[in-house]
């Protein structure tokens, strides 16, 4: 029985992403003013989703002498 999921990577990777968007939109903004505060969290966690599975691809790719994903489908079959 798995204890985890097995979209892990990608779920850590978006998170950690999300973070360092929300933090440099924190610093960029300043929470001074609430209105543009609150925008640009929301932006940063906008772009941190979708920055997530791009990063999580060059991060985490099989290795170039190892079998395919599909190939390993494949056997299972």
């Not at 640009?40 to 170039?64: E, K, M, Q, W, Y």
Request: charged content about 20%; overall charge positive.
């Amino acid at each position: 029985m798995k204890m985890y999921p097995d979209d892990w990577q990608v779920k850590l990777t978006s998170g950690l992403i999300s973070a360092a968007c929300i933090v440099a939109a924190s610093m960029l903004v300043g929470a001074i003013r609430f209105w543009p505060f609150i925008l640009s969290i929301v932006v940063a966690t906008i772009v941190g989703n979708l920055l997530g599975p791009l990063v999580c691809r060059l991060l985490f790719r099989s290795s170039s002498g190892g079998p395919q994903e599909k190939e390993k489908k494949d056997e299972k079959m």
